[in-house]
C-alpha cells in the first residue's frame, strides 16, 4: 500500500516557536506538495517540489518555508508561529505530471498555535 | 485570481437517492479535473479524475461529467449508500509560473442517511 505519513496528527505550539512539520513517502515520488485545509476555504497550496533541493512557491506561502533534502522527506517550516496559522496542514505526493496525476495524501497535522 | 466555485456547500440526500456536485472553473486551459473525497480523520484520496480531451468517465456508482464550453464539471454518484458520507472536492488544474498546480474547490459535505 502507498503511504505518505505526516510526523504528528495533533499539535500545540505557541506563538513565535518555531514549528517543524515532516513528512515522509515510501512510493519514490517525484513530486511533493504542502497544503493548509480551512473550513469554507478548501485545501490551499503553500508549497511544493519537484526534485531534491528544489523548492516553489504555491498560492500561500508567507510565514512558511520548506526543506526537501532526500527524496522521500519533505519538512514544513513556520519559522514563527502565529495564531492565524492555525489550521490542518496536509502533506502529498505524486509520480509522473506534477499536478496532473494522482497525489496521495497523508493523514493530516492539526496544529493549534496558542 | 484563478479560482473554483464548488456547489452546494453541504449536501443532505436519503440512501438509496443520486447525489450531484458542481464545480466551475476559471482558466479555460485548465486540463485535468480530479474529485477527492476525505473521510473523517484521513487525508482526501482520489476517487476519478476527468482529462480535457473526454466529456464523461464513469467508475460504477460514480461519474464526472465535463463541459468545457461551459466551463463546468460535476460529479454524480448513484445509489448513495451511508459509506458515500464524507467531504468532496473537486480541483482543476492550472498552470503558472511554469509549472502545473491544482486549485481545489471548497468542499461539498454530503450525508447519506439510512
Known amino acids: 500500500d502507498v503511504k505518505v505519513t505526516q510526523s504528528s496528527r495533533y499539535l500545540v505550539k505557541r506563538t513565535g516557536e518555531k514549528v517543524f512539520l515532516e513528512c515522509v513517502q515510501d512510493?519514490?515520488?517525484?513530486?511533493m506538495f504542502w497544503y493548509r485545509q480551512d473550513p469554507g476555504l478548501g485545501l490551499r497550496l503553500i508549497y511544493f517540489?519537484?526534485?531534491?533541493?528544489?523548492?516553489e512557491k504555491g498560492d500561500i506561502p508567507e510565514g512558511y518555508s520548506v526543506s526537501r533534502e532526500k527524496k522521500e522527506r519533505f519538512s514544513l517550516i513556520l519559522e514563527s508561529a502565529s495564531t492565524n496559522q492555525t489550521s490542518m496542514y496536509l502533506c502529498?505526493?505524486?509520480?509522473?505530471?506534477?499536478?496532473?496525476?494522482?497525489?496521495?495524501f497523508g493523514q493530516g497535522t492539526r496544529l493549534t498555535v496558542v | 485570481g484563478e479560482n473554483v466555485e464548488q456547489h452546494p456547500s453541504t449536501l443532505s440526500v436519503q440512501e438509496g437517492d443520486s447525489a450531484v456536485i458542481k464545480c466551475t472553473y476559471s482558466?479555460?486551459?485548465?486540463?485535468?479535473f480530479p474529485w477527492y473525497k476525505q473521510e473523517l480523520g484521513k487525508g482526501p484520496q482520489l476517487i476519478i479524475d476527468?482529462?480535457?480531451?473526454?466529456g464523461e468517465k464513469k467508475d460504477q456508482r460514480i461519474a464526472v461529467t465535463l463541459n468545457k464550453t461551459a466551463k463546468h464539471f460535476s460529479l454524480h454518484i448513484t445509489e448513495t449508500q451511508p459509506e458515500d458520507s464524507a467531504v468532496y472536492f473537486c480541483?482543476?488544474?492550472?498552470?503558472?509560473?511554469?509549472?502545473?498546480?491544482?486549485?481545489f474547490g471548497a468542499g461539498t459535505r454530503l450525508a447519506v442517511h439510512p
Open positions: 502529498a505526493s505524486s509520480s509522473f505530471g506534477g499536478a496532473n496525476s494522482e497525489a496521495f
Open positions: 512510493m519514490d515520488h517525484e513530486n
Open positions: 517540489s519537484y526534485d531534491v533541493k528544489m523548492k
Open positions: 482558466d479555460s486551459a485548465s486540463n485535468y
Open positions: 476527468i482529462r480535457s480531451n473526454v
Open positions: 480541483a482543476a488544474s492550472l498552470f503558472s509560473g511554469g509549472y502545473n498546480k491544482l486549485i
